[in-house]
């Protein structure tokens, strides 16, 4: 394309975005920056006199905020490989004040694939990330609010069951039964909306020390064997051939998702079926560990299987089966296994069983600092 084509393209582009409610500019294959639109000259306060001539990304405009690694990675994408960048970055108005965008730059480039100019929209997203917050924030505050009656509730409850203050019949322990599981489901959906708003807010502590893994699971596979044994489904352990010996783990991260894990597998096999649940330890061919919870119970139907981790998100054949899950489980697992460097997917078919896996690093867990603890 002879250059004075594309410029004739590039003035029709900037007719097209020059009204536009988002910041774009474009600028030349060295980032100097040859156009900004009128939004460009609101969100950043900066005229546009001010900024065209100027390197894109340099701290006397609106840039140059974000570590280094954020523009080398960047500037990777969009010169070398040639792609799009999206995301999330620290811009800073002419005033001072600081503010969020989310970035999308692309290369355009000639039609021996050279490229000629990067065109970066930007959308000022300080707003939506405060009222994000805020929402995060209140939903922490208010289950915070919640625990202290509910623990009030729990302890009556229980003490009129035991029989303390006097007999109760048998159709009143029913009830109170029913009850007590009732508020028991409560303390559940609160402690996950406080650990779900704890994770958004910030990063989680992840603190390993050495543990013998093998031991830590068959532990946790007893306890939940116990809890679940109305229900009928079994679980079983299969430990890894060879011993492990102690690797650094965070105890109760792990707990958690396991807890999890092995809970779902139990409630989403029906209780006529022969149930089983089993427990492995492996290690992949790159020597990571994975550990697999096996079910033989309902599965999950493929169109729900994309949405499987999404918060608050329950299959349709799980709702019939266990009314009184909160959908929350997966995503704070999901959230607390890639903080300590892991990945966790799954495998199912709808009748036929699920199996989750888990994987945590050949060394062991990650050490991530952080301010945040589960509830
Ligand atoms: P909850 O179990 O409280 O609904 P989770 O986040 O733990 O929430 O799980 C989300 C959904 O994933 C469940 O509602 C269910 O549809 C599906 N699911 C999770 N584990 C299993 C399993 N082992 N078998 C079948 N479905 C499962």
Redesign the pocket.
């Known amino acids: 394309m002879p250059p004075d084509k594309t410029q004739a393209e590039l003035q029709k582009f900037k007719l097209a975005v020059e009204n536009a409610s988002d910041h774009i500019i474009i600028t030349d294959e060295n980032a100097v920056i040859v156009y900004a639109n009128k939004a460009a000259e609101k969100v950043t306060g900066f005229s546009r006199s001010e900024i065209i001539g100027q390197k894109a990304g340099t701290k006397s405009l609106w840039g140059g905020l974000m570590p280094k690694e954020f523009y080398v990675k960047m500037w990777e994408t969009l010169k070398t490989k040639k792609r799009a960048f999206t995301g999330e970055l620290q811009n800073r108005r002419k005033n001072g004040e600081i503010y969020t965008a989310l970035a999308s730059i692309s290369p355009i480039m000639d039609e021996k694939g050279n490229v000629r100019f990067f065109v970066g929209i930007e959308r000022d997203i300080t707003k939506e990330k405060e009222v994000d917050r805020a929402k995060t924030e209140f939903v922490s505050m208010a289950s915070h609010q919640l625990r202290t009656p509910l623990t009030t509730i729990n302890w009556y409850i229980e003490m009129l069951l035991s029989g303390d203050v006097g007999k109760v019949t048998p159709e009143q322990a029913r009830y109170l039964q029913e009850v007590y599981n009732g508020s028991q489901r409560m303390v559940r959906l609160v402690n996950d909306l406080l650990n779900v708003s704890r994770l958004e807010t910030g990063k989680l502590l992840v603190e390993p020390v050495p543990t013998d893994l093998e031991k830590f699971v068959e532990s946790a596979v007893a306890e939940s064997s116990l809890a679940g044994r109305e229900s009928g489904v079994k679980v079983v352990f299969k430990p890894l051939a060879g011993s492990l010996g102690k690797i650094p783990l965070d105890p109760e991260l792990l707990q958690q998702v396991l807890r ?1 894990l092995i809970g ?2 139990q ?2 096999t029906p209780s006529n079926k022969d149930g089983v649940v089993a427990v492995t330890i492996d290690k992949s061919r790159d020597g990571e560990i994975v550990i697999s919870i096996k ?1 033989n ?4 139907p493929k169109e ?1 299987q994309p949405l ?1 981790f999404e918060r608050f ?3 349709s054949n ?1 709702q019939e089966l266990a009314a009184g ?7 704070i697992s999901k959230l607390i296994v890639e903080s300590w460097g892991g990945k966790i997917w799954f495998e ?1 078919q709808e009748g036929g069983g ?1 199996t ?1 896996y888990v994987t945590i690093p050949s060394k062991g867990m990650k050490r991530q600092m952080g301010e945040k603890k589960l509830a």
Not at 297 to 300: A, E, K, S, V, Y
């Open positions: 999890n779902n597998a409630r989403y079910d119970g309902i599965g999950i729900d499987i998100y329950r299959a799980a899950g909160t959908g929350l489980g997966l995503y199912s699920t989750f």
